[in-house]
């Protein structure tokens, strides 16, 4: 599929959120506990996200992906690395594509729009955080990432281990399937 990669706007939040919860529950299941996927709901995601849209990050940017029936299947964010970290100047946010869109070079298609747009403003590098046993880690040690740190974290009841990934140069970048950073 080749999905239309374009800049997310507000009215865009249903949709994003949608996607986000969906996403999150097909991803940590097995992960994050049922209880606290189970209490995922829209109200407060769309909260959440009408908030990020007027607080933005500094130079944070969200790119959605849409179907042909212009139906948002995935979205990515990104911005300055919110943390003290100096050696990555950017920094992924969040992406997730919907499981059954997943595999088909959306996530890549998605990055690449995050970090086009970071090139813009000038960073050289970019990271990502992750859930250590999300296997979305192996799509960013696809695409060229290292492991560079870890963390605990708290999810509800939970303390789960995050990764952080970098990539020195967003030349570093190892896309497949003809896309071009
Ligand atoms: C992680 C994610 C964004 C990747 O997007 P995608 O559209 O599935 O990935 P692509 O099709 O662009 O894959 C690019 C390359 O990475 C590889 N890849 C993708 N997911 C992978 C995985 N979990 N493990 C290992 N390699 C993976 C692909 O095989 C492809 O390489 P290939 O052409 O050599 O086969 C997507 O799978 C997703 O949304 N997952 C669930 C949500 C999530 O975990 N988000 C990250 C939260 S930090």
């Known amino acids: ?35 606290y996927l189970s209490q995922l709901n ?39 690395n919110r943390s003290d970290d100096e050696r990555f100047d950017g920094e992924l946010y969040a992406i997730y594509v919907l499981e059954e869109y997943q595999g088909q070079g959306v996530g890549s298609e998605l990055v690449r729009a995050v970090l086009s747009h970071l090139r813009t403003k000038r960073y050289k590098s970019f990271m990502v955080w992750v859930l250590e046993k999300n296997a979305a880690i192996g799509f960013y040690k696809r695409i060229g990432g290292r492991i560079f740190s870890r963390k605990d974290i708290q999810i509800g009841e939970e303390t ?10 967003m030349d570093d970048v190892t896309f497949v399937r003809g896309v071009k950073t």
């Open 1 to 35: 599929m080749m999905p239309r990669i374009r800049l997310a706007h507000k009215s865009d939040i249903q949709g994003i959120a949608r996607v986000h919860i969906d996403s999150w529950v097909s991803t940590y299941r097995g992960i994050i506990s049922d209880h």
């Open 42 to 80: 829209m109200e407060k995601r769309e909260k959440s996200w009408i908030w990020q849209f007027d607080h933005p990050h500094p130079d944070e940017v969200v790119f959605v992906a849409e179907n042909e029936k212009g139906e948002i299947i995935g979205f990515a964010n990104g911005g300055r």
């Open 160 to 169: 789960l281990v995050e990764a952080a990934l970098g990539w020195d140069r």
